[in-house]
């Protein structure tokens, strides 16, 4: 990648496009990054690409974007092209930054980003399976192998569906959405997106009045996350991403990470906190305490939220959060997931049905 600008990218016969699917708090990101001119950034979750755009238009630097769906790599390749080898686009899940950097001859970056989660695209597509207002085929695979959500529906017993819902998608009532599903898969098979949200909503059908916030969410909503982030590992992703990183960023670059709800931002709290310079409680002035030498300095002490003008234009950027940090000069620190928060149930392999992983 030489970092030099190249054909101005084919913009405006995307930007109908890419409004439509308004990357979250890109602005905030970008001024994370602080992008300089020669610098190469990682675009952890590609996507549609605005936060790899915008990172091109912020300085004459280069951007590697990664994304495991196959689809969001080939819907960019034509415009990407635009960009020369200003963009290159690696179709692998970020947990594999660091092979995917070393077979492009990338040693270190400036930068790298995780916009985690699912995109909008993902999201409106039914044959994908992620929305349950959508009939499409209980799939929920970002990459679409298997074992899928309908391969862990149909054979993961009730208590393990319940640890399930308990663990990724923090559902009270998990224990009897589990048990329904069981009893309804001995009548047929549950192979849709409609047909199990119709089975969560008799299950544990939506009570009167609002919830949090004043919003009143789908019963089957915890159901869908759950599932989605067991059958794509996410949170087993998150925290080998967040090591790559770590190990893969320069002296003085920037990480970045927008997450969508509290499994995940608690996990990147908790690895920045892991890696900042402790100080004793009560003395912001006094040195900071022995110990592993820090890596990271925070970029600001506490997330960031999305202006209201955003979550006006785009409710969807309502839970997102913003944690950044800069890498501090040394090694990495010990790649330890205890103290992080991220839960871990069985391997979704288990649940494996015939069906290539
Ligand atoms: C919220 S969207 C990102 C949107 C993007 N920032 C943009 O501006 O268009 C998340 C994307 O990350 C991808 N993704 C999620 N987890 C991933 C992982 N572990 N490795 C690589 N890509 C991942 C999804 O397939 C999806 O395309």
Partial sequence: MSGHAETPPPAAAHAAAFAAHAPVMAREVVEALA???????????????????????AADCAVIGFDRDPTAIERARGWAAGYGDRLMLINRPFAEMEAGLAEAGVNGVDGVVFDLGVSSMQLDE??????????????????????????????????ALASIFRAYGEEKKAGQIARAIVRAREDAPIATTTALAEIVERAAPPRFGKGKGGVRIHPATRVFQALRIFVN????????????????????????AVTFHSLEDRIVKRFFAARVAERPAGSR????????????????????????????????????RLRAGLRLAGPAAPAVVDGLGALRLVDVKEFRKGGAS
Wanted: hydrophobic share 40%.
């Fill in 285 to 320: 002035h006094a040195p900071p305490r022995e110990g592993p030498a820090p890596t990271f300095s925070l970029l600001s002490a506490k997330a960031i939220a999305p202006g209201e003008d955003e979550i006006a234009r785009n409710p969807r950027a309502r839970s997102a």
């Fill in 126 to 159: 039914a044959g994908r399976g992620f929305s349950f207002r959508r009939e499409g085929p209980l799939s929920m695979r970002m990459d679409g192998g298997r074992p899928d959500a309908a391969d862990v529906v149909a054979a993961a017993d009730a208590a």
């Fill in 233 to 256: 590992d996410e949170i087993g992703q998150l925290t080998a991403g967040l090591f790559a990183a770590e190990r893969v960023l320069r002296e003085a670059g920037r990480l970045a």
């Fill in 35 to 57: 992008p300089k001119d020669g610098g190469v950034y990682v675009d952890a979750t590609f996507g549609g690409g605005g936060y790899a755009r915008a990172i091109l238009a």
